[in-house]
């Protein structure tokens, strides 16, 4: 059974930067196109970045040019580096992993094989 524990998650001001981590284990890693969602409260899920296995990536409006989604396969880990974050950013993080036999692909919809459990960002003005 496949488990993805995320980490990195804090308290920054506006303008600052996290970067979180999402650590892979159970399941061969580079089958799995990764995805970044963040749940704001009172608010649905969004996925807001995503990188397949073959490293292509895919970011929402708001988020791109200050998020950069990375992965490392040998680490069996993908990042989101989050810079100029903004109040608007508050929102619990989560990852998830599905399985693709496409290794160019992936995908913001909420149609994840596995989840972790989520990280707290807040960030204040």
């Known amino acids: 059974e496949g488990q993805l524990v995320e980490s990195g998650g804090g308290s920054v001001q506006a303008g600052g930067s996290l970067r979180l981590a999402c650590a892979a284990s159970?399941?061969?890693?580079?089958?799995?196109?990764i995805g970044w969602f963040r749940q704001a409260p009172g608010k649905e899920r969004e996925g807001i970045s995503c990188?397949?296995?073959?490293?292509?990536?895919e970011y929402i409006s708001p988020v791109k040019g200050r998020f950069t989604i990375s992965r490392d396969n040998a680490k069996n880990t993908v990042y989101l580096q989050m810079n100029n974050l903004k109040p608007e950013d508050t929102a619990t993080y989560f990852c998830?992993?599905?399985?693709?036999?496409?290794?160019?692909?992936?995908?913001?919809?909420?149609?994840?094989?596995?989840w972790g459990k989520g990280t707290l960002v807040t960030v204040s003005s």
């Open positions: 990188i397949s296995s073959t490293l292509a990536t």
């Open positions: 159970g399941l061969t890693f580079e089958a799995y196109a």
């Open positions: 998830g992993a599905i399985w693709t036999f496409e290794a160019g692909w992936c995908t913001l919809r909420d149609a994840m094989d596995f």
